[in-house]
C-alpha cells in the first residue's frame, strides 16, 4: 500500500519556468511533510518542510502549498534553473509526540533544460 | 555538519553469501536508520534503532538484521543474499525521531547481488 504518492513521475521545464510536483498521502495522522532532494549519484538532503498548522511555507524559489482537506502538497520551484535538475521525494510522518516513520514517496525526476 | 558514513560504498556480492554493511555518525544522533533505494520505489525503511543494543523493524525487514553495538554504529546484515536485494542502501541519522526532524543520510552503498 503506497501510503504517499507522487506525480508526475518525470518532469521537464525550461530555465525559467515554474515547475509543479505533486504529492497526494492517505493516512490523515500525518502532520509533517518534508521533501527531499537527491542529485544524480548522491545522497538524499532535506529540502523543505511543512506542518499542517500552515497551508504554504516559502523558502526562496520553492515553496510547499498544502490543502489538508483533500490530502495533497504541491512543491512549486519559481525560475527553475538546471541546478535544480534533480528527484525530489515528498514524505510524511505523524504523531509529534512520539516516534513515527518517515514514509517517502517514489518521487518525481526533474530535468531543467537551459 | 551532520556526518555519515557508510562502508563500503560499493559491493558485489554472491547470492547466498552473507554480506555486512556499516554505518558510522559523529553527530551524537540517537536514532538512525537503514533505508533501500529502488528504481520508482522511493526510500523504504529496513530498520531504526534509537538505543544501542537495540534495533526495531522498519516496513521491509525480511531478509535483513541490524546491529547497533554503540550509538555511533550501525550494521546491515544480510545473511543470505538474494537476488532481489541488489539495491542501493542509505544510513541515516536523526537527533530524535522521524517525527519534525531532519534525516541526515550517508553517501549510499551500491550493492549487486549476482
Known amino acids: 500500500q503506497q501510503q504517499v504518492r507522487q506525480s508526475p513521475q518525470s518532469l521537464t521545464v525550461w530555465e525559467g519556468e515554474t515547475a509543479i510536483l505533486n504529492c497526494s498521502y492517505e493516512?490523515?495522522?500525518?502532520?509533517?511533510f518534508p521533501w527531499y532532494w537527491q542529485f544524480p549519484r548522491e545522497s538524499p538532503a532535506l529540502l523543505i518542510a511543512i506542518r499542517p498548522v500552515s497551508n504554504k511555507k516559502e523558502d526562496g524559489r520553492f515553496t510547499i502549498f498544502f490543502n489538508k482537506r483533500e490530502k495533497k502538497l504541491s512543491l512549486h520551484i519559481t525560475d527553475s534553473q538546471p541546478g535544480d535538475s534533480a528527484t525530489y521525494f515528498c514524505a510524511a510522518s505523524g504523531a509529534s509526540s512520539s516516534f513515527s516513520k518517515l514514509v517517502f514517496g517514489q518521487g518525481t525526476s526533474l530535468s531543467v533544460v537551459p | 555538519e551532520a556526518a555519515v558514513t557508510q562502508s563500503p560504498r560499493s559491493k558485489v556480492a554472491v547470492t547466498g553469501g552473507k554480506v555486512t554493511l556499516s554505518c558510522h555518525q559523529t553527530?551524537?544522533?540517537?536514532?538512525m536508520y537503514w533505508y533501500r533505494q529502488d528504481t520508482g520505489h522511493g526510500l523504504r525503511l529496513i530498520h531504526y534503532s534509537y538505543v544501542a543494543d537495540s534495533t526495531e523493524k522498519g516496513d521491509i525487514p525480511d531478509g535483513y538484521k541490524a546491529s547497533r553495538p554503540s550509538q555511533e554504529n550501525f550494521s546491515l546484515i544480510l545473511e543470505l543474499a538474494s537476488l532481489s536485494q541488489t539495491a542501493v542502501y542509505f544510513c541515516?541519522?536523526?537527533?530524535?525521531?522521524?517525527?519534525?526532524?531532519?534525516?541526515?543520510f550517508g553517501a549510499g552503498t551500491r550493492l549487486s547481488v549476482l
Open positions: 541515516a541519522s536523526s537527533r530524535l525521531g522521524t517525527s519534525q526532524n531532519t534525516l541526515y
Open positions: 493516512d490523515s495522522t500525518f502532520d509533517y
Open positions: 553527530n551524537n544522533h540517537d536514532y
